[in-house]
């Protein structure tokens, strides 16, 4: 085998390497931190404690197409009229519940969108009640942080574009000596025996 053409060929896996790892390195902390919330299903209406271990933006989901428990459910996407939704903290006073329905999920059979949210100030227990005219549906609550999402989007991002300029630069060197040898090999007089 000529002399750099290992190095091309290395240079060129390295490249292909990390040309699929910065796209995938976006999409995987994204697909994570929305799968979090099926961590946290339960059934409404009714009330359902969670313990918070820290504080952070906290979304309410509504998983309108599931498994939970064994059992499917389908669910419209859009929520019943007359709903209430309460959450409260270990004292008892009421969060702020914002509403949001901007974001939404597609995993495996579940699909869901958000409902809104609440900002946890403290570590404890909260209380989440949901009343109204309603069949069984599945909720579920996770906490949702865009900056930690798009830090280790960003982060993966780096390292696959790192892989792939080192790719680049080892394909170059690669060319470099091939180029070489053959000018040495064109110089070389020829000995004829």
């Given at each position: 085998?000529?002399k750099?053409?290992k190095?091309?060929?290395s240079g060129?896996v390295?490249?292909?390497?990390?040309?699929?790892?910065a796209?995938?390195?976006?999409?995987?902390?994204?697909?994570?931190?929305l799968?979090?919330?099926?961590k946290?299903?339960?059934?409404?209406?009714?009330?359902?404690?969670?313990?918070?271990?820290k504080?952070?933006?906290?979304?309410?989901w509504?998983?309108?197409?599931?498994?939970?428990?064994?059992?499917?459910?389908?669910?419209?996407?859009s929520?019943?009229d007359?709903?209430?939704?309460?959450?409260?903290?270990?004292?008892?006073?009421?969060?702020?519940?914002?509403?949001?329905?901007?974001?939404?999920?597609s995993?495996?059979?579940s699909t869901?969108?958000?409902i809104?949210?609440v900002?946890v100030?403290?570590?404890g227990t909260?209380?989440i009640?949901v009343?109204?005219?309603?069949?069984?549906r599945?909720?579920?609550?996770?906490?949702f942080?865009?900056?930690?999402?798009?830090?280790?989007?960003f982060?993966?991002?780096g390292?696959g574009?790192l892989i792939?300029?080192?790719?680049?630069?080892?394909s170059?060197?690669?060319?470099?000596?091939?180029?070489?040898?053959?000018?040495?090999?064109?110089?070389?007089?020829l000995?004829?025996?």
């Amino acid at each position: 085998m000529k002399k750099g053409l290992k190095t091309l060929i290395s240079g060129i896996v390295i490249f292909i390497v990390g040309a699929f790892v910065a796209p995938l390195a976006v999409i995987i902390p994204v697909i994570l931190a929305l799968d979090d919330s099926d961590k946290r299903q339960f059934i409404i209406p009714g009330e359902h404690q969670f313990e918070i271990e820290k504080p952070a933006r906290y979304y309410l989901w509504n998983d309108y197409q599931t498994i939970f428990d064994g059992k499917s459910y389908n669910r419209s996407e859009s929520l019943p009229d007359g709903l209430q939704i309460s959450i409260k903290d270990e004292a008892g006073e009421e969060l702020k519940f914002t509403s949001n329905t901007m974001m939404s999920s597609s995993t495996g059979s579940s699909t869901k969108n958000t409902i809104g949210y609440v900002e946890v100030t403290a570590p404890g227990t909260l209380t989440i009640r949901v009343t109204g005219d309603s069949d069984a549906r599945v909720f579920s609550f996770s906490e949702f942080s865009v900056l930690k999402i798009v830090g280790l989007a960003f982060g993966a991002f780096g390292i696959g574009m790192l892989i792939a300029v080192a790719g680049i630069g080892l394909s170059i060197w690669g060319i470099v000596k091939l180029v070489k040898n053959d000018t040495k090999a064109a110089k070389s007089p020829l000995h004829s025996f």
